[in-house]
């Protein structure tokens, strides 16, 4: 960048950031919310003030939002496979490096973790990261809903509800389950229901990190004095790291365990007893 448009971009920063001051200080209100701060918070981890029709019926948020990610995610599975998986070539271009890349580390990460088991684990660590991935950047998008009471919210990432969060740990660990009852039958169900607290500190690490950053992007919203600017660098940093992190955490956890399960525990032949005869008593 040369010294002329060095000088313009500074220029025009200055100006920006002058008529930020400028509304923060004619605009003597609070952050835009209908509700308390104590509201805000309360809805965000139990969800029982906004609720939304959904075909009739009403639900948390998180619900529409989960069934809105899955669509988004069989939608773009199904045009990367009829449009883009036809005319990937020898030497791939960008877009086809991504791709590879996504799909490569989580077939990886399944062979690494379970070389006996791994065809299934590798499809399904695969749609569980892309799921936890897309679903927590899915809040940065904005999309609003008008809730039962007529006001209008943004949706919130899936797996923000606890009950998202315990469905995906639930889900995960019966996936688990069934890789030791492929491999060693009864005996898998045994090797899996040893770690009984699996399932409940995936579901609340899941809850807890992407319920985290929901609070402190709403505090610092709902501040007047920061409800500029800076929640959108907090929300975007806080949820692009809880996306790639939690992506990260439940697929390894899931592919180790998985293959601890089911690798396969062949039984130790047993020594025989050599009985000492009265003779052999004798001779000693």
């Known amino acids: 960048m040369d010294k002329g448009k060095r000088t313009r971009f500074l220029v025009i920063m200055g100006i920006v950031l002058v008529l930020l001051l400028v509304g923060i200080i004619v605009t003597n209100k609070g952050g835009g919310s209908h509700e308390s701060i104590k509201e805000v918070m309360r809805d965000a981890v139990i969800h029982d003030?906004?609720?939304?029709?959904?075909?009739?019926?009403?639900?948390?948020?998180?619900?529409?939002?989960?069934?809105l990610v899955t669509a988004i995610l069989l939608f773009m599975a199904l045009m990367i496979r009829i449009f883009a998986v036809p005319h990937f070539k020898t030497v791939p271009g960008k877009f086809q490096i991504v791709?590879?890349?996504w799909v490569g580390y989580f077939d990886n990460l399944a062979k690494t973790n379970s070389p006996h088991l791994n065809s299934i684990l590798g499809a399904y660590v695969f749609a569980a990261g892309s799921y936890i991935f897309v679903g927590?950047?899915?809040?940065?998008?904005?999309?609003?809903?008008?809730?039962?009471?007529?006001?209008?919210?943004s949706l919130p990432a899936p797996l923000c509800d606890i009950n998202g969060a315990i469905a995906m740990g639930v889900f995960s660990y019966g996936?688990?389950?069934?890789?030791?009852?492929?491999?060693?039958?009864?005996?898998?169900?045994?090797?899996?229901?040893?770690?009984?607290?699996?399932?409940?500190?995936?579901?609340?690490?899941?809850f807890c990190a992407l319920l985290s950053g929901t609070l402190v992007t709403e505090l610092v919203y709902y501040t007047i004095k920061l409800s500029f600017v800076?929640?959108?660098f907090v929300g975007v940093l806080f949820t692009l790291i809880h996306a790639v992190v939690q992506a990260y955490v439940l697929t390894m956890l899931t592919s180790i365990y998985y293959g601890e399960v089911s690798e396969v525990h062949e039984k130790k032949p047993k020594?025989?007893?050599?009985?000492?005869?009265?003779?052999?008593?004798?001779a000693a």
């Open 49 to 67: 003030g906004n609720k939304v029709s959904f075909f009739g019926l009403t639900v948390n948020p998180s619900l529409v939002a989960g069934y």
């Open 175 to 206: 996936f688990i389950m069934s890789g030791g009852i492929l491999k060693n039958k009864v005996k898998g169900v045994g090797l899996t229901l040893k770690e009984f607290s699996l399932p409940i500190s995936m579901s609340f690490r899941l």
């Open 99 to 101: 791709i590879e890349t």
């Open 136 to 153: 927590t950047i899915f809040e940065l998008f904005g999309i609003q809903w008008i809730t039962t009471t007529g006001h209008s919210i």
């Open 230 to 232: 800076l929640p959108v």
């Open 271 to 282: 020594k025989k007893k050599q009985k000492k005869t009265d003779g052999a008593i004798n």
